[in-house]
């Protein structure tokens, strides 16, 4: 095998690059052609920076062997290593550069365009075979659009939904369940009466017909012995017998309010630590509440059951209520 002009070792490898090339386009570039002369002015020099720098690296690679099996500090690993792989580098990215065939090496490609009667024929042959397969493509795009049309249609389902009721229908967003004589009732099912809790303490309680309601629940809390309770003007009569009823639905973000703290007198809701004051009709004193907690009025009947005298008189809930006064709801 000619030797590549103006090489010695590396030319030994340009040469050998050449044959290793052997039936392969590239063979046909005679070895000697410039495209495998190296980069470096003096291949033999930058032969042995190469061996250097593998060298180090392998020494480096060692040295950082040994530092992890004896667990030296940290530093000694990253300089090991740092220095392992540096060298390494070099050498790889000098080798490439410097010593390897400069080329370029093309190939001869034969031309390989359509003939017009291969062009012809392709254009014949889709014709024929499209208008085969797409025969009745009117009802397939008619049917298409229907199923895109139906698709979007259930699509929109989720949204429509998501809205939630219509406002205003019914007023059913206005009302809960509670009724004139409803009897206060257990999430059990059983009717509270005069004397079935301590002072102090307080129940959760439903209209018969809605027990576990989540509109309807509400908290009832014995304030004391006997005596009515009278939180605001207007309100004379509805908390008999020491008793007074809320709702259990946080004006804040709807959370239950179901935290009594009798000493002060205070319900505190969990969620976002709004406090109400219950003598003054569930005012809330602390926290994000906008408005009072409805009351519930009360009345105690012949048979000393807790009744409703009537339904809220005020929407329950979160403060979009407390904007019913301009927007057509109640007040
Ligand atoms: S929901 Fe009650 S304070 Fe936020």
Request: net charge neutral.
């Amino acid at each position: 095998m000619p030797e590549a002009p103006g090489t010695d070792g590396a030319g030994n490898e340009a040469g050998t690059g050449g044959a290793g090339h052997s039936g392969h386009p590239g063979a046909s570039v005679p070895t000697g052609a410039p495209q495998f002369q190296v980069a470096a002015k003096n291949p033999r020099r930058v032969e042995g920076a190469v061996a250097v720098a593998f060298l180090a690296s392998l020494l480096a690679f060692a040295a950082f062997g040994a530092a992890f099996w004896v667990a030296a500090s940290s530093w000694v690993l990253g300089v090991t290593l740092g220095v392992a792989l540096s060298a390494f580098g070099f050498a790889l990215v000098a080798w490439g550069k410097y010593l390897m065939p400069q080329g370029p090496f093309e190939e001869p490609r034969p031309q390989m365009a359509t003939t017009p009667a291969e062009k012809q024929e392709f254009v014949a042959d889709f014709a024929t075979r499209g208008k085969v397969a797409v025969e009745r493509r009117g009802v397939l795009v008619k049917l298409m659009g229907a199923a895109g049309a139906v698709l979007g249609v259930v699509l929109a389902f989720p949204l429509i939904r998501s809205l939630g009721p219509r406002p205003n229908q019914e007023q059913s967003l206005y009302h809960t369940k509670w009724r004139k004589g409803a009897k206060l009732t257990s999430i059990e099912g059983r009717a509270v009466r005069v004397d079935d809790i301590e002072i102090g303490g307080i129940i959760t309680v439903f209209p018969p017909d809605d027990l576990g309601g989540a509109f309807s629940q509400t908290v009832l809390i014995r304030v004391q012995q006997t005596g009515d309770i009278v939180t605001e003007p207007g309100r004379e009569t509805w908390g008999p017998h020491g008793y007074l009823a809320f709702s259990k639905v946080c004006t804040h973000a709807g959370c239950p309010v179901g935290l009594y703290e009798e000493l002060t007198q205070q319900l505190l809701c969990p969620c976002h630590q709004s406090l109400f004051d219950i003598g003054t009709g569930a005012m809330p004193v602390f926290g994000p509440a906008p408005r009072p907690l409805p009351q519930l009025p009360l009345y105690v009947d012949s048979k000393g059951y807790l009744r409703a005298q009537a339904d809220y008189d005020e929407p329950i809930g979160p403060g979009f209520w407390y904007r019913g006064g301009s927007n057509g709801g109640p007040q």
